[in-house]
């Protein structure tokens, strides 16, 4: 544990480094509030090594338990739903998202797309937040079906960014934006590791995968495929 | 009391973050798998720590780094920083007075990224199935380097107002090219740093910095220009990684090259 709180400080001095150069040195100005300042780098160091422990003991046993448990069962059309209900479920209650969706809605109420009250702009944000939970619950069941088939990741990927690219010439130049940030934030923390270790796991329980070449991947999907869905969609609306 | 009422929120919003992934898992084991996960107790004590760890983790940040992190993203974007008026005579930026916020741009990027629980949990992942030829700190730092190198040229992309899909397209190719050439069993793990770089730690910061920087340079629009910074962030990892991994091969290589050499000269 001792070991663990070392490393967890480690990780944590550049932040401290940055933000105290830039108070002290660059904006010169005293750093305020000392107090709250240091119980919450203590809550952060104990936070990041409780996570490390956790992870190592509970999320990476769980997801590996459960890929070893459907590639034994042999049921492709349960494993494909497990995927699509993982990345759907995890995404549509995402902090991150919803913070983005109500900042879209105000785009497209300024823009004139909807209109600009409470009710349509609520029922915009909804609509994308469902359309990106459902891009993702895409993006696992097909990264799946890849580990599963052994196909080459970056066929794949490089095809959808070209989707990307053509999409975009198409797209309303306010979405474009937030479709792009959209990729990046719909995995959340505790999703990456459950992920990752479904990967790894089914790429370990089936003959024939590398799982450093086929277990990885299921993120890449899952960042890819909202860009394109939310471009969609707002074009659609 | 103050600290336990923030504690017990944070703890609610994991809670309710977590609540779905819970469900799933637990509903396909109970209906659909019926077989028991190993070490069950074992496993769920460790999904505890995680939640514990969330928790104190999140709350530390709200309370510490992030109303310091947002305002120092406002104070150095802000015209009185900057030295007076930023437009220059003739109407136009000049992005050369903004030079302190790409280099906190990019400092911030590389130390948010090294702290990200999410790259954190690859990286161990990704060691382990390498079998140490990946290696957890090598990965880390290159991840933060693309993000520090993505976040710098994305705030440089909000001061002179290009459009983001020049950039990002330009990415892509680049992505595409350094596919070919990179070795065949890092490009999945590449793609994946991708995704994982922008979570809990670094959205909140890069979001203030990027809109805090489109509603003060002139001429900016917040809803179009303030957003994009994490796609920057997701895009350019990629890249370094590969990057990473093509340096790491050519170097083995080179000294493989040079002791075979040595060898030859000693005969």
Do not use: C
């Not at chain 2, 730690?201 to 917040?222: D, K, M, Q």
């Amino acid at each position: 544990m001792l070991s663990l709180i070392r490393s967890s400080i480690r990780d944590l001095i550049p932040i401290f480094l940055v933000i105290a150069f830039f108070q002290l040195a660059v904006l010169r100005q005293p750093i305020p509030n000392i107090g709250d300042l240091l119980t919450g780098v203590a809550l952060v160091v104990l936070g990041l090594t409780f996570f490390t422990r956790g992870l190592e003991q509970g999320l990476f046993p769980i997801g590996e338990a459960i890929a070893h448990a459907f590639a034994r069962k042999g049921s492709l059309l349960w494993l494909l739903l497990f995927a699509f209900a993982l990345g759907f479920g995890t995404t549509i209650a995402e902090p991150a998202l919803i913070a983005i969706a109500d900042e879209a809605a105000k785009v497209a109420a300024q823009a004139g797309a909807i209109e600009a009250n409470d009710a349509s702009m609520r029922g915009y944000s909804r609509g994308l937040r469902v359309t990106v939970a459902f891009s993702v619950g895409i993006a696992i069941v097909v990264g799946v079906f890849r580990i599963l088939k052994g196909w080459p990741l970056h066929y794949l990927i490089i095809g959808g960014y070209m989707g990307v690219v053509v999409i975009t010439l198409f797209a309303p130049a306010e979405i474009i934006g937030i479709a792009y940030d959209s990729g990046g934030v719909t995995t959340s923390t505790v999703t990456v590791p459950l992920v990752t270790a479904l990967g790894v796991g089914l790429a370990s329980s089936i003959r024939g995968r590398n799982p450093l070449v086929d277990g990885f991947g299921l993120i890449a999907f899952a960042s890819l495929t909202p860009m394109i869905f939310v471009m969609i969609y707002g074009m659609l609306i | 009391m103050d600290l336990l009422i923030g504690l017990a929120h944070t703890l609610y919003a994991t809670l309710h973050d977590v609540f779905p992934i819970v469900a799933v898992v637990v509903g396909f084991q109970v209906l659909i798998l019926r077989r028991p996960i190993p070490n069950l107790g074992k496993s769920l004590i460790g999904f505890v720590y995680v939640l514990i760890g969330l928790t104190l983790f999140l709350a530390g940040l709200e309370r510490a780094l992030f109303p310091l992190g947002k305002l120092m993203a406002y104070q150095l974007t802000s015209p009185d920083f900057l030295g007076g008026d930023p437009v220059s005579t003739d109407g136009l930026v000049r992005w050369q007075d903004y030079l302190w916020v790409y280099v906190f741009a990019a400092a911030i990027g590389f130390a948010t990224t090294l702290a990200e629980p999410a790259l954190i949990a690859v990286a161990v992942k990704a060691q382990n199935v390498s079998g140490g030829t990946v290696r957890v700190w090598g990965l880390r730092v290159a991840v933060a380097l693309g993000v520090a190198i993505g976040i710098a040229l994305g705030t440089f992309r909000i001061v002179t107002g290009t459009p983001l899909y020049y950039y990002i397209i330009a990415g892509y190719v680049v992505v595409v090219v350094q596919t070919v050439f990179a070795p065949r069993a890092i490009i999945p793990l590449a793609y994946d740093s991708g995704g994982v770089t922008t979570s809990t730690v670094t959205v909140p910061l890069v979001a203030a910095l990027g809109l805090g920087l489109a509603s003060t340079v002139p001429g900016r629009n917040v809803l179009i220009d303030g957003f994009g910074l994490i796609a920057f962030a997701s895009l350019f990892p990629i890249i370094t990684v590969m990057g990473y991994a093509q340096l790491s091969d050519w170097w083995s290589l080179r000294r493989k090259h040079r002791r075979s050499s040595q060898k030859d000269d000693g005969n």
